[in-house]
């Protein structure tokens, strides 16, 4: 059930490999030790148009949803695998970001076609 979401500037398409960025992703979530890896999505958005301070400038935002329940020093941990990883693949990128969010356990539906 966890999600990551990676949104980035499409500038970043030329020089990364994204692929390796989103294994970089869901290797965090295996490695922080509270996330069950079938349960982890992965998802890629690119952002045309933002301002930053400098022409130039790069970013990387991934926001982390999940189920209520883990604790803030769990959530410190995620973030913290997550960053590493990614300024390992990306030590170009401007600026970094992480947000780790609560997902209400009651208002939260999904469906799943059967296997």
């Known amino acids: 059930m966890p999600h990551f979401v990676f949104e ?8 990364a490999d994204l692929n390796a960025v989103m294994e970089g992703l869901y290797e965090a979530g295996c490695e922080c030790g509270f996330m069950q890896p079938e349960d982890i999505k992965v998802r890629a958005i690119a952002v045309d148009h933002f301002r ?8 990387v935002h991934v926001t982390i949803s999940m189920l209520e329940g883990r604790t803030d020093q769990q ?3 995620l973030s913290i695998i997550a960053r590493e990883k990614l300024s390992k693949l990306l030590p ?3 600026s970094l ?8 356990d009651v208002a939260y539906k999904k469906r799943l076609l059967p296997e």
């Not at 930053?52 to 970013?59: D, I, S, V, Y």
């Not at 970001?97 to 209400?104: E, I, L, Q, Y």
Request: hydrophobic fraction near 30%.
């Open 8 to 15: 980035y500037a499409r500038e970043i398409e030329q020089r």
């Open 52 to 59: 930053l301070r400098k022409t130039g400038e790069t970013f």
């Open 75 to 77: 959530k410190e941990k």
């Open 92 to 94: 170009w990128v401007t």
């Open 97 to 104: 970001s992480f947000d780790v969010r609560d997902m209400n």
